[in-house]
């Protein structure tokens, strides 16, 4: 079974900070999303990266796939109470049933 | 533009009723999913199906059953429903090549639907 573990589980930052989020395995992924998840909503995807090393960069937030494939990081900067939310990593299966592993998530609360 | 769409949204049940939660999609696409969001522990993958006809066990598929009789339709049946199946659950679904490559489907999720069993 492959494991996400997701860091910090729960983050509150004042708006304009900067933060990182953190998402580790020790499987390797073919492919690695994030999707954010407001309170009462299904998550939504935010980026797919699929090349160890890929750098993807979303407005205000970058995403990091690693080298090795087995982690990545999402980095917000200038944080506002928009970002506010869930941030759940989910990481690609390379079998015939292309599942997805989920991370337990971070939950953002950015105060204004 | 549906996308997916669960009901209920809400539901109590008492220890051993039975219930179906409903999921339907309208994009065509060919794989569908089941998970469960409990706190603090992300999303858990119940069943899945990879087409009409076609289903399989994912991580935690113990006191649940599904059917795919259409590419549309992906109901989860709960039967004899326990207190540890209070949870939120949510349908998805993607498109996705069914031979080579990585997975990069997006996954388009419903609304949830919030489970309690008393």
């Known amino acids: 079974t492959q494991l996400l573990e997701q860091s910090p589980q729960f983050l509150s930052i004042q708006e304009g900070e900067n933060l990182t989020v953190y998402c580790n395995s020790s499987s390797v992924f073919s492919s690695l999303q994030w999707y954010r998840q407001e309170p009462g909503e299904g998550p939504v995807l935010l980026v797919t990266v699929v090349t160890g090393g890929e750098v993807k960069k979303l407005k205000r937030l970058t995403f990091q796939f690693g080298d090795a494939r087995k982690d990545s990081s999402l980095h917000i900067t200038a944080a506002q109470p928009g970002d506010t939310g869930l941030y759940l990593c989910a990481g690609g299966g390379t079998g015939s049933a292309r599942q997805l592993t989920f991370g337990s998530g971070t939950q953002l609360t950015v105060l204004p | 533009n549906a996308g997916v769409t669960q009901t209920p949204k809400f539901r109590i049940l008492k220890i051993g009723q039975s219930m179906t939660l409903q999921c339907a999609q309208d994009m065509n696409h060919n794989y569908m999913y089941w998970y469960r969001q409990d706190p603090g522990m992300g999303l858990k993958l119940i069943y899945y199906?990879?087409?009409?006809?076609?289903?399989d066990k994912g991580e935690v598929p113990n006191g649940y059953n599904v059917s795919r009789s259409t590419t549309e339709d992906f109901p989860l049946r709960l039967e004899l429903a326990a207190p540890s199946q209070t949870s939120v659950y949510f349908c998805?679904?993607?498109?996705?090549?069914?031979?080579?490559?990585?997975?990069?489907?997006?996954?388009?999720f419903g609304e949830g639907s919030r489970l309690t069993v008393l």
């Open positions: 199906s990879v087409g009409a006809g076609i289903t």
């Open positions: 998805a679904s993607s498109y996705s090549l069914l031979a080579g490559g990585p997975n990069t489907g997006e996954l388009f």
